[in-house]
């Protein structure tokens, strides 16, 4: 699983978790829901400094995205 892929599904998961839209997301960092779409389908690498406010907003650290990704099931 590459980067992009991961993070895509740890910031779709905990979204999930705070039972927040793709909408709802998007609004709270001033970007589209397509960017989200695209971001947690592991299509388009998320920004880091986008990756710092969406983590603020989901109350995790930057950590929370990579942590694991090392063990993470290869393509």
Not at 35 to 60: H, N, T, W
């Amino acid at each position: 699983m590459n980067e992009d892929d991961y993070i895509g599904r740890r910031m779709r998961h905990r979204r999930w978790e705070q039972g927040m839209s793709q909408t709802e997301l998007a609004d709270s960092v001033l970007i589209e829901p397509h960017d989200i779409q695209l971001f947690e389908s592991g299509v388009r690498s998320v920004p880091r400094l986008l990756l710092i406010k969406i983590a603020a907003v989901q109350d995790v650290p930057v950590s929370y995205y990579t942590d694991g990704i090392e063990d993470a099931p290869a393509e």
